[in-house]
């Protein structure tokens, strides 16, 4: 997240990350689980959204961010995000994300980025901008 235009996404949030998965070859392999390494305690760094997308023809990840009335300069700014991921361990993981931009400066632009590889091809649609 940016509050200067995308010049910086420098934004400080805290988070909680858990996800849910279910492995395709062994069907016992499911689970829901807290992963405490991808929180972030003030960070300015990027929050993973999801992890290890599939490079098969098949595989990818699908999702929804909801960022709380971004443009207030009242308040911080509270989100959540779901995201499906067809897993390149051949399983389906659902990741859920919640927390705050610790700004009270209106959020104009925010970055997807890749850990690793590019964005092949997908949509990104935002709603509700005024």
């Known amino acids: 997240m940016s509050i200067d235009s995308g010049s910086n996404y420098n934004v400080a949030k805290t988070t909680s990350w858990f ?66 991921t067809y897993h390149g361990a051949n399983q389906t993981v659902n990741s859920y994300v919640a927390g705050y931009a610790n700004t009270t400066s209106d959020i104009d632009a925010i ?9 092949d091809a997908g949509d990104i649609c935002l709603y509700g901008i005024a």
């Open 111 to 119: 970055i997807f980025r890749m850990n690793s590889g590019n964005i």
């Open 19 to 84: 996800y849910a998965y279910h492995s395709y070859a062994i069907d016992a392999l499911v689970a829901v689980e807290y992963n405490g390494s991808f929180d972030l305690a003030e960070g300015t760094g990027d929050q993973i959204l999801t992890n290890n997308i599939g490079a098969d023809a098949d595989q990818s990840a699908s999702g929804s961010l909801t960022l709380f009335n971004p443009s207030s300069t009242t308040f911080v700014k509270h989100f959540t995000a779901n995201v499906n």
